[in-house]
Structure formats: structure tokens, C-alpha cells
């Protein structure tokens, strides 16, 4: 008796997910035959950041208004298409084209997000870089608030610095002062010395921060928060006016 009671359940569980598998083709054939509805752009922006609207995501996906997206037939669509069109927009970082069981297009697009300025003599000249070093031009809609890096001396800074293996630990520098808040809310304006070496301003504080290379990048940090520790509290934040942590073990305040 037991043996045919699970045989029952056995089938009935079995004819259950047939069932389910050919409602869901059945939805899914129905989906591919309507015709557009809505088109509806989703955009994440977890960081505040405002550098491509819905109006331009749909106007990326419409060709500017020529390409008819709402209403369209299936067979007039190409989504993996439609996605290419979003993503070689430099602040789209990612984009997801899908069609719902309703019919209507879906744009989910993540932002690319900058980490740095680079700041030029002429500002028109002025660009940003995000976490992979990658260049992201200035936006018309937004202005990131992000930490200004500037090449001291002759040379420009440039976005492709920042691609060979020496430019790879300034953007070392760069990312661990974006990944920690205190340190992206404390840091004004960096700069590259003629020799390479770091320093930079701060938010709080007359102290120009004498960094050095971009190595022992935590541990400099480190030992700056001693110093804000320590020192402030008891002499006031003017007492110093330079603060260097390039040397292993050291802190010189003068």
C-alpha cells in the first residue's frame, strides 16, 4: 500500500512539473509574438551618480528617436544589439536588454563610476579615470565629487599613465583612497611630483601630507591617522604645515 501511495505521489508530482514546464513554454511562446509595450530603463546608481539619464538610455536605444522600440514586432528586435548600442556609452559600465511576460522592454543599466579627475592647465582638457584606470570624459549632466590628481612640472597627466605597470600603483593610490570613506571625505587634491612622489591636501587641516611613492600604501595611511590622532588633538591642527610619512617608522612634522 505504501509502495503505490509514493507511486501515486511520485506521479502526480511528476505530471505537476509537465504541467509547469508547458505553461511556462506556452508564456514564453506568447512573449515572443507580442509586440513591444512599454519600454522601461531601470538605471543603478548606488553612488549618486548622474552621468547618463533614462531619456538618454532611451534615446541610445532608439537610434535618436528613428528606430521604433514600442509596438515594434519581435522579429524587428535584436536585443543582444540593443545591449552593444548601451554599453559602448562611456558611463555605462553594464547594461541587461530583456522582454517580460508582459511585453515590454526592459533596460537595466549600471553606471560606470569614476575615481579620480585629472586636472589639466586647460581645463577643457580636464577627464576622469574609474577603478581600472579606464578614461571617462566630463559630463554635461553631473560633476563627480571625486579627489583631483594633477602631474606636476611639464607633463600632462594622461589616462593611458595609468596602464603600464609603473601607473598601476598611482592607481593603487587612487583606488584605496575611494574604497575607504574617511580617506576619500579627508583627502582634497593630490599630486605628482617631477620625481614621482606623492603628496596631497586636505579637507581638514593646513598639513600638506608628503606621501612618497605610491608603496606601502596602507601602512603610510596608517601612520597619518597616528599623527590626526595624536598630535591635533593636543597642539591644535595648525601647529604643522608639512606632515611626512614617506620613511618606514617615521612621522617628520614641521
Given at each position: 500500500?505504501?509502495?503505490?501511495?509514493?507511486?501515486?505521489?511520485?506521479?502526480?508530482?511528476?505530471?505537476?512539473?509537465?504541467?509547469?514546464?508547458?505553461?511556462?513554454?506556452?508564456?514564453?511562446?506568447?512573449?515572443?509574438?507580442?509586440?513591444?509595450?512599454?519600454?522601461?530603463?531601470?538605471?543603478?546608481?548606488?553612488?549618486?551618480?548622474?552621468?547618463?539619464?533614462?531619456?538618454?538610455?532611451?534615446?541610445?536605444?532608439?537610434?535618436?528617436?528613428?528606430?521604433?522600440?514600442?509596438?515594434?514586432?519581435p522579429e524587428e528586435l535584436n536585443l543582444k544589439a540593443l545591449e552593444t548600442r548601451l554599453k559602448a556609452h562611456s558611463f555605462v559600465k553594464d547594461a541587461q536588454v530583456y522582454r517580460d511576460l508582459a511585453g515590454n522592454l526592459h533596460a537595466d543599466v549600471r553606471q560606470n563610476r569614476p575615481i579620480a579627475r585629472l586636472v589639466h592647465a586647460n581645463t577643457r582638457l580636464d577627464s576622469y579615470i574609474d577603478a581600472d584606470g579606464q578614461h571617462l570624459p566630463l559630463s554635461?549632466?553631473?560633476?563627480?565629487?571625486?579627489?583631483?590628481?594633477?602631474?606636476?612640472?611639464?607633463?600632462?597627466?594622461?589616462?593611458?599613465?595609468?596602464?603600464?605597470?609603473?601607473?598601476?600603483?598611482?592607481?593603487?593610490?587612487?583606488?584605496?583612497?575611494?574604497?575607504?570613506?574617511?580617506?576619500?571625505?579627508?583627502?582634497?587634491?593630490?599630486?605628482?611630483?617631477?620625481?614621482?612622489?606623492?603628496?596631497?591636501?586636505?579637507?581638514?587641516?593646513?598639513?600638506?601630507?608628503?606621501?612618497?611613492?605610491?608603496?606601502?600604501?596602507?601602512?603610510?595611511?596608517?601612520?597619518?591617522?597616528?599623527?590626526?590622532?595624536?598630535?591635533?588633538?593636543?597642539?591644535?591642527?595648525?601647529?604643522?604645515?608639512?606632515?611626512?610619512?614617506?620613511?618606514?617608522?617615521?612621522?617628520?612634522?614641521?
Amino acid at each position: 500500500m505504501d509502495l503505490k501511495r509514493k507511486a501515486n505521489n511520485l506521479l502526480f508530482a511528476t505530471g505537476c512539473l509537465v504541467l509547469f514546464a508547458a505553461l511556462a513554454v506556452f508564456a514564453g511562446v506568447r512573449q515572443m509574438q507580442r509586440p513591444v509595450g512599454q519600454v522601461v530603463v531601470s538605471i543603478g546608481n548606488e553612488f549618486n551618480n548622474y552621468f547618463i539619464s533614462e531619456r538618454e538610455v532611451t534615446s541610445l536605444l532608439t537610434h535618436n528617436g528613428r528606430q521604433r522600440l514600442e509596438g515594434a514586432e519581435p522579429e524587428e528586435l535584436n536585443l543582444k544589439a540593443l545591449e552593444t548600442r548601451l554599453k559602448a556609452h562611456s558611463f555605462v559600465k553594464d547594461a541587461q536588454v530583456y522582454r517580460d511576460l508582459a511585453g515590454n522592454l526592459h533596460a537595466d543599466v549600471r553606471q560606470n563610476r569614476p575615481i579620480a579627475r585629472l586636472v589639466h592647465a586647460n581645463t577643457r582638457l580636464d577627464s576622469y579615470i574609474d577603478a581600472d584606470g579606464q578614461h571617462l570624459p566630463l559630463s554635461s549632466l553631473f560633476t563627480a565629487r571625486v579627489v583631483p590628481i594633477t602631474r606636476q612640472g611639464n607633463q600632462s597627466l594622461q589616462p593611458a599613465f595609468f596602464q603600464d605597470s609603473t601607473g598601476r600603483r598611482y592607481l593603487d593610490f587612487l583606488r584605496y583612497v575611494d574604497e575607504h570613506p574617511f580617506w576619500r571625505a579627508q583627502v582634497a587634491e593630490v599630486f605628482i611630483g617631477p620625481n614621482g612622489k606623492l603628496s596631497f591636501t586636505q579637507q581638514v587641516g593646513d598639513q600638506r601630507v608628503e606621501f612618497g611613492f605610491p608603496e606601502n600604501i596602507s601602512e603610510k595611511f596608517a601612520k597619518l591617522m597616528v599623527f590626526y590622532r595624536q598630535i591635533p588633538p593636543v597642539l591644535g591642527w595648525n601647529t604643522y604645515h608639512r606632515v611626512n610619512v614617506e620613511f618606514k617608522d617615521q612621522i617628520i612634522c614641521e
